[in-house]
């Protein structure tokens, strides 16, 4: 049948269609490696066509097919990734497509050459879009390495499995009996590094198995299977899947991929993240510490202004300190805002709340993730409005409210401080207030944003925003 559609459609030479023959052979192999159905596709004299001279469904799973489609044509407004890579030679990843049954899969294609490196046809994946993802992940084979894998296998020219095209993971094919009758190059430098001096082509599965698995199991159960192992200073991911044909075992599959990097980077992230954390700590515990001693310094002195100060000082400390604190737990440099909002609002309650009044004090608004240095700016101006307003709104009143509300934007994002106090003239303590003239400085030089102040008899709202990066 291909030969005949290849002479019918196209103009390839002889060579090339023994070539296509050989390859559509080892099309089940395939099918059931990568778990999907898997076609042979030729250029015809149409451009915008595509002759299928071969085809394959897997055993190992569901065919979408219930008819054959070898003899049809594919064109290019229902599988534009067939055609693509017929025409550039270059493979194609994870396109949609119609299929001649009027469904809608998700295709991988890649070339195939001749000897002269002409593109003679292509090999298709399609696998169903609509599939659930949890099932999806459960019947996933070889997700990472079914293009390579699909690739090496193109490159069988005759029985013995020569391979040309060498991949990173490795491959080693075993027949009924347990017998390695294929390996890549790959794996043969990967047993060697092992120390497996001996050709493993002919050795027992249960000498080249690493991770203690059953031959007789994988065969039973034929389904994949999927480990993890140290061997040596090597981390190795392992995966296992039966071969079928009409529906019969026929051998086991093992792709071995050396994922010791991975690993040894992921323990760098972790030892990082560790010593961020510690940083962060560390440096929370300092800050503490400065604070405990001007409390105590505060303590002996008599003058009511200068513990005033004395207390000012020890708030704003304890404003950064708070940052560190959620920094040193997260071990990330991003925080959330009102976390830290919270924390400050307790700090303030501790050490800026009058005695004997009820002053209620709400955080609501918008979840936001800021990086560290943000969050100490912020958490300065949130902890001097606060202080600002637990000090001077309420002079005259035994209770109240400040509400303070995040507001996440596109490009800006903003914060309102808001109490129902006395109020106070804002031209009076443009220059005569530190708070404020400290409130002013952060937000223009550090957050780069803008400070707007409101005050009426009926309270007070000062709104202050910043760059979201």
């Known amino acids: 049948m291909l030969r005949s559609l290849c002479k019918k459609y196209t103009e390839l030479s002889e060579s090339d269609i023994k070539k296509l023959e050989k390859m559509s052979e080892i099309l ?45 044509l594919a064109f290019r407004k229902n599988e534009p990734a067939a055609l693509r890579t017929l025409e550039i030679g270059m493979a194609t ?12 899969v998700r295709q991988n294609v890649v070339p195939i050459n001749n000897d002269a490196g002409n593109v003679i046809g292509v090999l298709i994946m399609e696998q169903d879009i609509t599939k659930d993802v949890k099932q999806d992940k459960k019947m996933e084979f070889l997700a990472e390495t079914a293009e390579q894998l699909t690739e090496t296998l193109l490159n069988f020219t005759d ?41 493993i082509i002919g050795m027992d599965f249960d000498n ?9 199991k994988l065969i039973d159960e034929s389904d994949l299977k999927v480990s993890e192992i140290t061997v040596g200073k090597l981390t190795l991911q392992i995966k296992y899947a039966a071969m079928k044909q009409d529906n019969k075992i026929v051998g086991v599959t093992m792709l071995i991929k050396d994922i ?8 760098e992230l972790i030892l990082k993240s560790v010593a961020i954390r510690e940083i962060h700590h560390r440096v929370k515990n ?24 004395f207390n000012e000082s020890i708030n704003r400390i304890l404003s950064i300190a708070v940052t560190h604190e959620i920094l040193a737990q997260n071990g990330v440099d991003d925080v959330d805002l009102k976390t830290i909002i919270t924390k400050i609002k307790k700090n303030t309650i501790n050490y800026g709340l009058p005695g004997m009044k009820d002053i209620k004090i709400s955080i609501e608004g918008d979840s936001l993730t800021i990086d ?14 606060l202080h600002n307003s637990l000090e001077h709104a309420f002079d005259e009143k035994g ?29 009076d303590t443009k220059t005569s207030s530190l708070g404020l003239n400290i409130v002013r400085s952060i937000v223009k030089d550090k957050l780069h944003g803008h400070l707007n102040i409101d005050s009426t008899e009926s309270g007070t709202k000062i709104i202050f925003d910043f760059k979201n990066e």
Not at 177 to 199: C, F, H, M, V, W
Not at 208 to 216: E, P, Q
Not at 260 to 265: A, F, G, W, Y
């Open 28 to 72: 089940p192999i395939i099918a059931d490696l990568v778990r999907a159905d898997v076609f042979i596709d030729c250029v015809t004299n149409d451009p915008n066509a595509a002759i299928v001279v071969a085809e394959a469904k897997p055993t190992t799973c569901t065919s979408m097919y219930e008819y054959s489609v070898v003899g049809e």
């Open 93 to 104: 990843r994870d396109l949609k497509a119609i299929t001649q049954e009027n469904k809608t």
């Open 159 to 199: 029985s013995e499995y020569t391979v040309t095209y060498h991949i990173n993971d490795a491959i080693v094919m075993f027949d009924q009996q347990g017998i390695a009758t294929y390996s890549n190059p790959r794996a043969i430098e990967l047993y060697k590094e092992l120390g497996y001096r001996d050709n």
């Open 208 to 216: 080249l198995v690493l991770d203690g698995s059953s031959f007789s």
């Open 260 to 267: 010791t990097e991975v690993r040894e980077k992921e323990k």
């Open 286 to 309: 300092n800050l503490q510490t400065i604070a405990s001693l001007l409390s105590l310094q505060s303590r002996r002195i008599n003058n009511e202004l200068v513990n005033k100060s």
């Open 372 to 385: 560290s240095d943000k969050a100490t700016s912020i958490a300065l101006v949130v902890n001097e409005l």
């Open 399 to 427: 209770e109240g409210f400040i509400d303070v509300w995040i507001q996440k934007g596109s490009v800006y994002s903003s914060i309102s401080i808001i109490d129902n106090g006395k109020g106070f003239d804002v031209k």
